[in-house]
């Protein structure tokens, strides 16, 4: 095989996750391997989305944390009620 050509079954398997950047908040649908932890934000570029968790205490906060104007608070917690809706959606079609 020539080194340009990728076998994707060495990628597999892969996942969609609803993620969000911890440093500016942007969401998004994510795709990728299984195993991964952090997300590089379309927004930012900084290498700070991670799956939203809304049931977790600890994500809450440092998703929360930055969050300094009405607007950018208000922002996140829109992230966090899109999460449970999806949830709920996933869970009780």
């Not at 391997?33 to 809450?60: M, Q, R, Y």
Request: aromatic content about 6%.
């Amino acid at each position: 095989m020539s080194d340009n050509i990728i076998n994707l079954d060495d990628h597999r398997p892969h996942v969609a996750a609803y993620v969000a950047c911890l440093d500016c908040g942007k969401d998004w649908i994510a795709v990728a391997p299984a195993d991964t932890l952090h997300f590089e934000c379309p927004d930012c570029d900084k290498l700070s989305g991670t799956v939203v968790d809304p049931s977790n205490a600890e994500f809450i906060n440092l998703f929360m944390r930055p969050a300094k104007t009405k607007a950018a608070r208000h922002k996140r917690t829109v992230v966090l009620l899109n999460a449970q809706r999806i949830i709920n959606e996933v869970a009780f079609p």
